[in-house]
Protein backbone atom coordinates (compact mmCIF):
# COMPACT_ATOMS: atom_id res chain seq x y z
CA UNK A 1 0.00 0.00 0.00
CA UNK A 2 1.36 3.09 -1.05
CA UNK A 3 1.84 5.56 1.99
CA UNK A 4 0.39 9.46 1.35
CA UNK A 5 2.65 11.85 3.82
CA UNK A 6 0.54 14.64 5.04
CA UNK A 7 3.05 16.52 5.30
CA UNK A 8 4.23 19.49 3.07
CA UNK A 9 6.91 22.51 2.79
CA UNK A 10 6.01 25.12 5.72
CA UNK A 11 3.61 22.64 7.92
CA UNK A 12 4.76 22.79 11.11
CA UNK A 13 5.52 19.22 12.75
CA UNK A 14 6.67 17.69 15.52
CA UNK A 15 9.78 14.94 15.73
CA UNK A 16 11.46 12.89 18.11
CA UNK A 17 14.99 10.81 17.98
CA UNK A 18 16.61 7.73 19.33
CA UNK A 19 19.97 9.62 20.23
CA UNK A 20 20.63 9.06 24.27
CA UNK A 21 19.83 12.03 26.62
CA UNK A 22 16.83 12.58 24.53
CA UNK A 23 15.09 9.50 24.04
CA UNK A 24 11.41 9.69 24.48
CA UNK A 25 10.83 13.48 23.87
CA UNK A 26 8.78 15.24 21.06
CA UNK A 27 10.39 18.71 19.27
CA UNK A 28 8.23 20.76 17.69
CA UNK A 29 9.36 21.99 14.32
CA UNK A 30 8.74 23.42 11.17
CA UNK A 31 9.03 21.16 7.82
CA UNK A 32 11.38 23.24 4.88
CA UNK A 33 12.06 20.29 2.70
CA UNK A 34 12.17 17.03 1.38
CA UNK A 35 14.03 14.09 -0.29
CA UNK A 36 15.02 10.56 -0.93
CA UNK A 37 18.28 10.18 0.15
CA UNK A 38 19.91 8.23 -2.87
CA UNK A 39 22.83 6.56 -1.27
CA UNK A 40 21.24 5.09 1.89
CA UNK A 41 17.37 4.84 -0.19
CA UNK A 42 15.06 6.21 2.49
CA UNK A 43 13.26 9.56 2.72
CA UNK A 44 14.37 12.43 4.97
CA UNK A 45 12.84 15.74 6.27
CA UNK A 46 14.72 19.11 6.16
CA UNK A 47 13.65 20.36 9.82
CA UNK A 48 13.67 24.33 11.54
CA UNK A 49 13.14 23.47 15.41
CA UNK A 50 11.19 25.80 16.46
CA UNK A 51 11.97 25.81 20.07
CA UNK A 52 16.09 26.04 19.76
CA UNK A 53 16.96 28.85 17.50
CA UNK A 54 20.15 28.22 18.07
CA UNK A 55 20.17 25.18 16.66
CA UNK A 56 20.98 24.67 12.56
CA UNK A 57 18.15 22.62 10.26
CA UNK A 58 19.22 19.38 9.69
CA UNK A 59 17.91 16.25 7.46
CA UNK A 60 16.57 13.73 9.93
CA UNK A 61 15.35 10.33 9.14
CA UNK A 62 11.20 9.76 8.42
CA UNK A 63 11.13 5.99 9.64
CA UNK A 64 14.05 4.78 12.23
CA UNK A 65 14.79 1.14 13.35
CA UNK A 66 13.26 0.63 16.92
CA UNK A 67 15.80 0.04 19.48
CA UNK A 68 13.35 -1.67 21.33
CA UNK A 69 12.03 -4.38 19.14
CA UNK A 70 14.23 -7.73 18.90
CA UNK A 71 12.12 -8.82 15.38
CA UNK A 72 13.61 -8.04 12.34
CA UNK A 73 11.14 -6.71 9.35
CA UNK A 74 8.03 -6.66 11.51
CA UNK A 75 5.59 -3.73 12.38
CA UNK A 76 7.27 -2.83 15.84
CA UNK A 77 10.74 -3.10 13.86
CA UNK A 78 10.58 0.41 12.56
CA UNK A 79 8.90 3.70 13.79
CA UNK A 80 7.63 6.70 12.12
CA UNK A 81 9.68 9.71 13.68
CA UNK A 82 7.99 12.48 12.71
CA UNK A 83 4.28 13.08 13.56
CA UNK A 84 1.73 16.65 12.55
CA UNK A 85 1.58 19.28 15.02
CA UNK A 86 0.13 18.13 18.76
CA UNK A 87 -3.59 18.72 18.59
CA UNK A 88 -5.59 20.96 20.80
CA UNK A 89 -6.67 19.96 23.97
CA UNK A 90 -8.64 21.01 26.84
CA UNK A 91 -10.20 19.63 30.12
CA UNK A 92 -13.59 18.57 30.00
CA UNK A 93 -15.08 21.62 31.59
CA UNK A 94 -13.61 23.93 28.92
CA UNK A 95 -14.89 22.02 26.20
CA UNK A 96 -16.63 24.49 23.35
CA UNK A 97 -19.93 23.93 22.64
CA UNK A 98 -19.07 23.77 18.96
CA UNK A 99 -15.93 22.25 17.76
CA UNK A 100 -14.72 23.66 14.18
CA UNK A 101 -15.10 20.91 11.85
CA UNK A 102 -11.22 20.63 10.89
CA UNK A 103 -9.75 20.68 14.58
CA UNK A 104 -9.21 17.30 16.14
CA UNK A 105 -9.45 17.79 20.16
CA UNK A 106 -8.18 15.71 22.92
CA UNK A 107 -10.48 15.95 25.57
CA UNK A 108 -9.09 15.16 29.34
CA UNK A 109 -12.55 14.80 31.12
CA UNK A 110 -11.09 14.32 34.84
CA UNK A 111 -7.93 15.89 37.07
CA UNK A 112 -4.43 14.09 36.59
CA UNK A 113 -4.23 10.95 38.45
CA UNK A 114 -1.64 8.31 39.18
CA UNK A 115 -0.52 6.10 36.09
CA UNK A 116 -2.21 8.87 33.45
CA UNK A 117 0.37 8.76 30.18
CA UNK A 118 1.56 12.36 29.72
CA UNK A 119 3.75 14.65 27.90
CA UNK A 120 5.95 16.70 30.24
CA UNK A 121 7.35 20.05 28.95
CA UNK A 122 10.44 20.65 29.95
CA UNK A 123 13.78 22.38 28.36
CA UNK A 124 11.85 23.16 25.54
CA UNK A 125 10.56 19.66 24.13
CA UNK A 126 7.56 16.93 25.58
CA UNK A 127 9.11 14.16 27.14
CA UNK A 128 6.54 11.03 27.03
CA UNK A 129 5.76 9.07 30.47
CA UNK A 130 3.61 8.50 33.13
CA UNK A 131 2.55 10.35 36.37
CA UNK A 132 3.78 8.17 39.72
CA UNK A 133 2.78 10.08 42.60
CA UNK A 134 0.72 13.06 42.90
CA UNK A 135 3.10 15.81 45.12
CA UNK A 136 1.09 18.70 45.99
CA UNK A 137 -1.75 20.70 44.32
CA UNK A 138 0.47 22.14 41.64
CA UNK A 139 3.07 18.96 40.94
CA UNK A 140 2.71 15.88 40.03
CA UNK A 141 5.93 13.46 39.83
CA UNK A 142 6.88 12.36 35.81
CA UNK A 143 8.74 8.61 35.28
CA UNK A 144 9.73 9.18 31.90
CA UNK A 145 9.78 6.07 29.19
CA UNK A 146 12.38 2.99 30.15
CA UNK A 147 15.10 2.71 28.08
CA UNK A 148 16.13 2.44 25.21
CA UNK A 149 12.77 4.34 23.90
CA UNK A 150 13.34 6.82 26.89
CA UNK A 151 15.03 7.87 29.51
CA UNK A 152 13.63 6.24 32.52
CA UNK A 153 14.37 8.93 34.91
CA UNK A 154 11.76 10.61 37.95
CA UNK A 155 11.02 14.02 37.61
CA UNK A 156 8.90 16.54 39.48
CA UNK A 157 6.34 18.50 36.87
CA UNK A 158 4.21 21.28 37.09
CA UNK A 159 0.67 20.34 36.31
CA UNK A 160 0.21 22.82 33.78
CA UNK A 161 3.38 21.81 31.66
CA UNK A 162 1.80 18.51 30.71
CA UNK A 163 -0.66 17.40 28.06
CA UNK A 164 -2.18 14.02 27.38
CA UNK A 165 -0.37 11.08 25.37
CA UNK A 166 -1.96 10.82 22.33
CA UNK A 167 -0.24 8.23 19.53
CA UNK A 168 -0.18 9.14 15.33
CA UNK A 169 -0.25 7.22 12.48
CA UNK A 170 -0.65 7.38 8.47
CA UNK A 171 -3.69 5.17 8.80
CA UNK A 172 -5.03 5.96 12.35
CA UNK A 173 -4.39 9.35 12.32
CA UNK A 174 -4.37 10.59 16.49
CA UNK A 175 -5.63 7.67 18.68
CA UNK A 176 -5.02 7.31 22.47
CA UNK A 177 -2.77 4.61 23.13
CA UNK A 178 -3.15 1.47 24.65
CA UNK A 179 -1.94 0.58 28.26
CA UNK A 180 0.28 -1.55 29.17
CA UNK A 181 -1.76 -4.30 30.55
CA UNK A 182 -3.88 -3.71 28.06
CA UNK A 183 -1.95 -4.25 25.46
CA UNK A 184 -0.92 -7.87 27.00
CA UNK A 185 -4.88 -8.98 27.84
CA UNK A 186 -7.01 -7.36 25.41
CA UNK A 187 -9.63 -10.26 25.92
CA UNK A 188 -9.54 -9.56 29.89
CA UNK A 189 -11.45 -6.56 29.09
CA UNK A 190 -15.38 -6.88 30.70
CA UNK A 191 -18.19 -6.00 28.91
CA UNK A 192 -18.42 -2.18 30.13
CA UNK A 193 -14.85 -1.55 28.97
CA UNK A 194 -15.74 -2.61 25.87
CA UNK A 195 -19.05 -0.61 25.66
CA UNK A 196 -17.21 2.52 26.47
CA UNK A 197 -14.41 1.83 24.47
CA UNK A 198 -16.88 1.95 21.10
CA UNK A 199 -17.11 4.81 18.73
CA UNK A 200 -19.89 4.71 16.37
CA UNK A 201 -19.12 6.20 12.73
CA UNK A 202 -20.90 6.70 9.87
CA UNK A 203 -19.83 6.69 6.25
CA UNK A 204 -19.67 10.25 4.67
CA UNK A 205 -17.73 10.18 1.18
CA UNK A 206 -15.87 8.04 -0.56
CA UNK A 207 -12.17 9.72 -1.90
CA UNK A 208 -9.13 7.87 -3.47
CA UNK A 209 -10.81 4.82 -2.51
CA UNK A 210 -11.01 5.73 1.06
CA UNK A 211 -13.60 5.71 3.50
CA UNK A 212 -14.36 9.11 5.45
CA UNK A 213 -15.82 8.33 8.84
CA UNK A 214 -17.35 10.87 11.03
CA UNK A 215 -17.41 9.53 14.51
CA UNK A 216 -21.00 10.29 16.02
CA UNK A 217 -20.35 9.74 19.79
CA UNK A 218 -17.67 9.27 22.32
CA UNK A 219 -18.72 7.79 25.84
CA UNK A 220 -15.19 8.05 27.24
CA UNK A 221 -13.67 10.19 29.75
CA UNK A 222 -10.39 10.11 28.17
CA UNK A 223 -11.23 10.67 24.36
CA UNK A 224 -10.41 12.68 20.96
CA UNK A 225 -12.99 14.54 19.07
CA UNK A 226 -12.12 13.61 15.85
CA UNK A 227 -14.74 15.44 13.03
CA UNK A 228 -13.00 13.24 10.52
CA UNK A 229 -10.74 10.26 9.99
CA UNK A 230 -9.26 9.23 6.94
CA UNK A 231 -9.52 5.33 6.76
CA UNK A 232 -8.36 2.63 3.81
CA UNK A 233 -11.68 1.05 2.46
CA UNK A 234 -10.97 -2.28 3.85
CA UNK A 235 -11.76 -1.26 7.43
CA UNK A 236 -15.10 -1.54 9.14
CA UNK A 237 -17.83 0.77 9.85
CA UNK A 238 -17.50 0.41 13.32
CA UNK A 239 -14.04 0.98 15.55
CA UNK A 240 -13.03 -0.60 18.79
CA UNK A 241 -10.52 1.24 19.92
CA UNK A 242 -9.00 0.77 23.58
CA UNK A 243 -9.00 4.81 25.23
CA UNK A 244 -8.31 4.36 29.35
CA UNK A 245 -4.96 5.27 29.77
CA UNK A 246 -4.68 3.87 33.79
CA UNK A 247 -2.23 1.17 34.36
Known sequence: ????????IGDLAEYKCFQAGYRGAWFRCKVHNMRVNESAGYLEYYLDYIDYTSEDK???????????????NSKESIQLMIRPSFPQWCYGHEVPEQFPNSVVTAIVDEAWKVGDLVDWLNEGC?????????????????????????????YPANRNDLRPTLE?????GWTVPLSQNQRRAPHMKSCCQMMNMVITAEVCSYQDAQLRLRPREVLLPWHLHQPETVLPAQRLKRMVISLPQRT
Open 58 to 72: EWVQVFEKNPKSSKK
Open 1 to 8: MELLFPFK
Open 168 to 172: WSLIN
Open 126 to 154: YWSGKITKLLDEDRVEVKLLAPPIGEGKR
